[in-house]
């Protein structure tokens, strides 16, 4: 990969949207804190250079600055919001403190042509953007002149086409501007002269080169959960070193319909990979009896999985390494330009947070990976979209979907549901159009009448939400026949329900999963 976009940090909360645009455009990316060593910019080998958005003011004592290096370099640069400012600022422009916010939705006028128009915007049109800034720039830096200019922002967008140079004072990165990847690919092509060259193929070999060359004759043990993070990361380290891979899929008790069988048909069977399967149903239905708290079911089950992992891979012997599905967005540093800890990273949490006593190094190819470039590697693999497609399940899993109290017969029953509305909705050809969808056990009786008898029985919820990444989410629009189908077929089916309720919630004020 010789075309490597990097993306400088200045906190700003979409940042993770600018690189997955870059890389959507062909281009391999990776997002680097603007106060992180100066060495980090220099190996990391740019052919072009991208600066975020961020929360702070240029104008304020110590704010972020762009690194001294990208200054004094030649290569072509893109400063979006915070980006634009700074470039402003610091190169003899002026910045002020504006009167009046510009958030939201705004109109562009084009006055002038430009590269990142190309085939996108002609001049003398308007076109929408997304618009979130208080400070603006009032005066150019020399070498820069105007093409672009909002109600809000009269320096919309302006170049250096000299210096190969350009800055917006919108979001190209987020969806509300339609023509914002556009803008952002004729930045990488046009203006930098970069041809794509990130592809699913070609980091499908390098990540098994780079597999072979890290492992060695070691073996590796894989924590599989069934999901699409786990499963890609097990079928590709297999492809790599083959059966000195050993998966251990522990069943906690608590997963959909058929799931255990289904991992273990598939791994074992299909791929022929190395697999123990754990059944610790027991164990944490047991630990489980009589907690209701959300948190404390978590915690129960997070150690627990902790303990009967660790105990099955003591018996695999020369296990050297650990493989995990971990993936970008748990791994990008994120700066804090306000107060506190000037950087912070998530921790990993992908087999339970696994405790250093194992003694054994970390495998994981999906570091540099969003969760949708996963899903477009296990298509390159050949894995059936029925598991690459999966919607997320909760690593908890039916435990946080069951409210109250968790026994093995309400885990049925929920089972039983869950598997009702999942069937209807691939019926209907909706799955993919949905986020995620599941059942939920509610811990409230209600009175129905089935036949001429009476009944006092449980209410099943069923939640379905559209999103992009999981941090929103809105409710997907079923219509009311669909959702009497279901109803029926649920309370007619499954022995315990007698009521079915749609969640019409959206992400915020609630949260997708209901604990």
């Given at each position: 990969?010789?075309?490597?976009?990097?993306?400088?940090?200045?906190?700003?909360?979409?940042?993770?949207?600018?690189?997955?645009?870059?890389?959507?455009?062909?281009?391999?990316?990776?997002?680097?804190?603007?106060?992180?060593?100066?060495?980090?910019?220099?190996?990391?080998?740019?052919?072009?250079?991208?600066?975020?958005?961020?929360?702070?003011?240029?104008?304020?004592?110590?704010?972020?600055?762009?690194?001294?290096?990208?200054?004094?370099?030649?290569?072509?640069?893109?400063?979006?919001?915070?980006?634009?400012?700074?470039?402003?600022?610091?190169?003899?422009?002026?910045?002020?403190?504006?009167?009046?916010?510009?958030?939201?939705?705004?109109?562009?006028?084009?006055?002038?042509?430009?590269?990142?128009?190309?085939?996108?915007?002609?001049?003398?049109?308007?076109?929408?953007?997304?618009?979130?800034?208080?400070?603006?720039?009032?005066?150019l830096a020399p070498g820069w002149r105007v093409v672009a200019a909002s109600e809000g922002a009269p320096f919309a967008v302006v170049e250096n086409p000299g210096q190969r140079r350009f800055a917006v004072q919108f979001h190209p990165e987020v969806h509300h501007t339609p023509d914002g990847a556009g803008l952002i690919?004729?930045?990488?092509?046009?203006?930098?002269?970069?041809?794509?060259?990130?592809?699913?193929?070609?980091?499908?070999?390098?990540?098994?080169?780079?597999?072979?060359?890290?492992?060695?004759?070691?073996?590796?043990?894989?924590?599989?959960?069934?999901?699409?993070?786990?499963?890609?990361?097990?079928?590709?380290?297999?492809?790599?070193?083959?059966?000195?891979?050993?998966?251990?899929?522990?069943?906690?008790?608590?997963?959909?319909?058929?799931?255990?069988?289904?991992?273990?048909?598939?791994?074992?069977?299909?791929?022929?990979?190395?697999?123990?399967?754990?059944?610790?149903?027991?164990?944490?239905?047991?630990?489980?009896?009589?907690?209701?708290?959300?948190?404390?079911?978590?915690?129960?089950?997070?150690?627990?999985?902790?303990?009967?992992?660790?105990?099955?891979?003591?018996?695999?012997?020369?296990?050297?390494?650990?493989?995990?599905?971990?993936?970008?967005?748990?791994?990008?540093?994120?700066?804090?330009?306000?107060?506190?800890?000037?950087?912070?990273?998530?921790?990993?949490?992908?087999?339970?947070?696994?405790?250093?006593?194992?003694?054994?190094?970390?495998?994981?190819?999906?570091?540099?990976?969003?969760?949708?470039?996963?899903?477009?590697?296990?298509?390159?693999?050949?894995?059936?979209?029925?598991?690459?497609?999966?919607?997320?399940?909760?690593?908890?899993?039916?435990?946080?979907?069951?409210?109250?109290?968790?026994?093995?017969?309400?885990?049925?029953?929920?089972?039983?549901?869950?598997?009702?509305?999942?069937?209807?909705?691939?019926?209907?050809?909706?799955?993919?159009?949905?986020?995620?969808?599941?059942?939920?056990?509610?811990p409230v009786k209600t009175v129905g009448v089935m036949g001429d008898g009476r009944t006092y029985e449980s209410v099943c919820g069923l939640r379905a939400v559209t999103s992009v990444d999981g941090m929103t989410a809105d409710v997907y629009p079923f219509g009311p026949a669909f959702l009497g189908r279901v109803a029926?077929?649920?309370?007619?089916?499954?022995?315990?329900?007698?009521?079915?309720?749609?969640?019409?919630?959206?992400?915020?004020?609630?949260?997708?999963?209901?604990?």
């Amino acid at each position: 990969m010789s075309n490597r976009v990097l993306i400088v940090d200045f906190g700003s909360q979409v940042t993770q949207l600018i690189a997955r645009r870059v890389r959507e455009a062909g281009f391999y990316s990776e997002i680097i804190p603007y106060n992180a060593d100066a060495a980090r910019f220099d190996d990391f080998g740019a052919a072009a250079v991208i600066l975020s958005g961020g929360p702070a003011s240029v104008l304020d004592d110590e704010a972020p600055t762009i690194p001294a290096s990208l200054h004094a370099s030649d290569l072509p640069m893109l400063g979006i919001c915070y980006g634009q400012q700074a470039l402003m600022h610091e190169t003899g422009g002026t910045v002020s403190r504006g009167e009046t916010h510009e958030f939201g939705r705004a109109d562009v006028r084009v006055t002038e042509d430009c590269a990142l128009f190309d085939g996108l915007w002609e001049k003398g049109g308007d076109y929408p953007v997304w618009m979130s800034h208080g400070d603006k720039v009032t005066a150019l830096a020399p070498g820069w002149r105007v093409v672009a200019a909002s109600e809000g922002a009269p320096f919309a967008v302006v170049e250096n086409p000299g210096q190969r140079r350009f800055a917006v004072q919108f979001h190209p990165e987020v969806h509300h501007t339609p023509d914002g990847a556009g803008l952002i690919r004729n930045f990488l092509t046009r203006v930098a002269g970069l041809t794509p060259d990130w592809s699913m193929a070609a980091f499908r070999d390098e990540a098994i080169a780079a597999i072979r060359e890290q492992v060695g004759d070691k073996r590796v043990i894989c924590g599989l959960s069934g999901g699409v993070d786990s499963s890609v990361a097990a079928v590709l380290i297999h492809e790599a070193i083959g059966d000195r891979l050993t998966c251990i899929f522990v069943d906690h008790g608590l997963l959909r319909k058929n799931e255990a069988e289904d991992v273990v048909t598939l791994f074992r069977d299909t791929y022929n990979i190395p697999l123990v399967h754990v059944d610790a149903s027991d164990t944490f239905l047991g630990a489980l009896d009589g907690i209701s708290d959300p948190e404390t079911k978590r915690k129960t089950i997070g150690g627990l999985f902790i303990d009967v992992f660790e105990a099955e891979a003591k018996k695999i012997e020369g296990a050297s390494f650990l493989a995990q599905g971990t993936l970008y967005p748990d791994v990008i540093e994120s700066v804090s330009v306000t107060g506190g800890p000037s950087v912070t990273i998530k921790s990993h949490h992908n087999v339970g947070g696994l405790p250093d006593r194992m003694n054994l190094e970390l495998v994981e190819p999906f570091r540099l990976l969003f969760k949708d470039e996963v899903r477009a590697l296990g298509r390159e693999m050949g894995m059936p979209h029925s598991l690459v497609g999966r919607h997320p399940f909760p690593g908890p899993g039916l435990a946080i979907r069951i409210p109250g109290e968790i026994t093995a017969e309400r885990a049925d029953i929920l089972r039983e549901a869950d598997a009702i509305y999942i069937e209807e909705i691939r019926k209907a050809g909706l799955y993919d159009e949905i986020w995620q969808a599941f059942a939920v056990l509610l811990p409230v009786k209600t009175v129905g009448v089935m036949g001429d008898g009476r009944t006092y029985e449980s209410v099943c919820g069923l939640r379905a939400v559209t999103s992009v990444d999981g941090m929103t989410a809105d409710v997907y629009p079923f219509g009311p026949a669909f959702l009497g189908r279901v109803a029926t077929r649920i309370v007619n089916e499954v022995r315990g329900i007698n009521r079915v309720v749609y969640d019409i919630t959206t992400k915020p004020p609630g949260t997708i999963e209901w604990e």
